[in-house]
């Protein structure tokens, strides 16, 4: 099977790139289909989230390269669905449901994903420095993050070790930890969604293997459940960014299948070949 790449961003919200140079990097990589998502908007996150007034240009410029490449690769119109985000409506291809921030008391949020730095003084400020009870509060949200945000992916399950590389953070052996990861990923699994093995991470330096960790790529495998691949690509020189890694790592794990958005909706296949 071809790889697809279902998770990126273009100059509408915080990509390098336009719709069009994504699309002709992903064919010319030999991709099977691309699927844009969007960051929909989150009022006071407009550095990276799309503004309001702009989701209908991204739909227009997204629908025309769907006629562009017809017969050629597959071109799906989602959306990156923030967990606070207001409704978007389903009119869209599918969504990938992500959790990029925490409500702080104070009304603010709390970017998860923004720097080392931010996410320390987020921990010591408002969680009393205490990493696990970051952990709870985040897996709490990533165990309705379908329900809340209407996303059949799960974006990048355990964006919280972002900064986390070596355990610069906290320990992701603390059974704390994986008892609050392990219930959301059992949650999610359930209700069959569909997790993504990203690489954004990687593609950006920040670290060396994707989400999720393996050893919740091994009970997700265990349990039966179901993995994509996307690069949560920001730039058109990494719409395929790691992905023959990732799909070693998920063989190694326990998968020999994924699956693959379609005309006909989601559909399982074999893994990809890069
Ligand atoms: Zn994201
Ligand atoms: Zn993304």
């Given at each position: 099977m071809k790889p697809q790449t279902l998770h990126c961003h273009t100059t509408f919200c915080d990509g390098a790139d336009s719709p069009?140079?994504?699309?002709?990097?992903a064919f010319a990589a030999g991709c099977g289909a691309i699927?844009?998502?969007?960051h929909s908007p989150l009022p006071g996150q407009e550095s990276w989230c799309m503004a309001p007034d702009k989701l209908a240009e991204y739909r227009r410029a997204v629908t025309a390269l769907k006629a562009e490449y017809a017969g050629r690769m597959e071109v799906f119109l989602g959306l990156e669905q923030d967990y606070d985000s207001p409704d978007t409506g389903p009119d869209?291809?599918?969504?990938?449901?992500?959790?990029h921030c925490?409500?702080?008391?104070?009304?603010?949020?709390?970017?998860l994903d923004e720097s080392a730095a931010t996410l320390a003084a987020g921990v010591a400020r408002w969680f009393a420095g205490d990493w696990m009870a970051l952990a709870?509060?985040?897996?709490?949200?990533m165990a309705r993050v379908d329900t809340v945000t209407g996303g059949e992916i799960v974006g990048h399950f355990d964006l919280i070790t972002k900064f986390n590389e070596g355990g610069a953070q906290f320990d992701e052996g603390d059974p704390v930890y994986r008892e609050a990861a392990l219930a959301a990923l059992h949650a999610l699994a359930a209700r069959g969604r569909i997790?993504?093995?990203?690489?954004g991470a990687v593609s950006r330096g920040y670290r060396t293997a994707p989400?999720?960790?393996?050893?919740?790529?091994?009970e997700l495998a265990a349990v039966g459940g179901r993995i994509t691949f996307s690069s949560d690509s920001h730039s058109a020189a990494t719409v395929l960014y790691g992905y023959r890694e990732a799909i070693e790592l998920a063989r190694a794990c326990g998968f020999s299948r994924c699956w693959y958005r379609t005309g006909r909706g989601f559909v399982e296949g074999p893994l990809p070949v890069v």
């Open positions: 069009a140079a994504m699309a002709a990097a699927g844009f998502s969007g869209w291809d599918y969504k990938i449901g992500s959790v925490l409500p702080l008391p104070d009304g603010t949020l709390l970017g709870r509060a985040y897996y709490a949200r997790f993504e093995i990203n690489t989400y999720p960790a393996a050893f919740l790529l091994r």
